[in-house]
């Protein structure tokens, strides 16, 4: 099992840019979560989800957008990339609501220039 | 949310005991106290978590106030690897879970 995967490990987008971030689990787990961390900051939601077909919005939603169409795929797309989302992109999930063990991938780490 | 409140740093030599604290006075009856930590360079890894009771397990002990209002993280014997930030996190029974910014612990040979 690889448990969480994303890709890539690193980008460098020109302001203005977009791109998809990916997220994959072979888990079969229904709950799905992505998350921003700030250098030296804790982690910050962005969207989650419950199941597929069923997004919802975090803390920070404002210039992402996500689709989740199967259980093991949740990507993360960026549209019009500021300087401000620069950042690590880290995607977890977890077997069924937020008081389970969440497995986080290895992240991405995206700068924007 | 419920808020948690950690010390940002703490300092261990290599085979001591360290005990991590974490206040949460506004916990409510239904909320979890996990523990996350994240060593350098990777994705947060889940460590232990309970609800009432003291815990154990491979990689710690989790002791948890009478009251609720405080828990304890203890890492039995710190080794080179613990170093890391350590997350105290209140889940309720809903879907998300709510990162503070956590205790820096450095370990020291």
């Known amino acids: 099992n690889a448990g969480v995967t994303q890709t890539p490990k690193f980008r460098i987008l020109k302001i203005g840019q977009s791109m998809t971030l990916q997220c994959a689990q072979d888990m079969n787990h229904n709950y799905m979560y992505w998350y921003r961390q700030d250098p030296g900051m804790g982690l910050k939601l962005i969207y989650y989800?419950?199941?597929?077909?069923?997004?919802d919005k975090g803390e920070v939603p404002n210039g992402y957008n996500v689709s989740r169409s199967t259980t093991e795929d949740f990507p993360l797309r960026l549209e019009l990339a500021a300087p401000s989302q620069t950042s690590v992109y880290f995607c977890?999930?977890?077997?069924?609501?937020?008081?389970?063990?969440?497995?986080f991938g290895p992240g991405t780490r995206l700068t924007v220039t | 949310d419920a808020k948690t409140t950690q010390p940002n740093s703490m300092e261990s030599n290599e085979e001591e005991p360290v005990h991590l604290p974490c206040n949460h006075s506004t916990i409510s009856g239904t909320d979890y106290i996990h523990w996350y930590r994240q060593l350098p360079s990777q994705g947060p890894e889940y460590v232990i978590h309970?609800?009432?009771s003291n815990v154990n397990n491979r990689m710690a002990s989790l002791a948890i106030a009478e009251d609720r209002k405080s828990s304890t993280l203890i890492l039995h014997r710190a080794t080179l690897r613990d170093a890391a930030v350590y997350y105290c996190?209140?889940?309720?029974?809903?879907?998300?879970?709510?990162f503070g910014t956590g205790t820096r612990l450095q370990v020291f040979p």
């Open positions: 989800s419950v199941g597929a077909g069923i997004t």
């Open positions: 309970g609800l009432t």
């Open positions: 996190i209140l889940v309720p029974n809903t879907d998300k879970l709510i």
């Open positions: 977890a999930t977890t077997l069924d609501r937020a008081y389970y063990e969440q497995y």
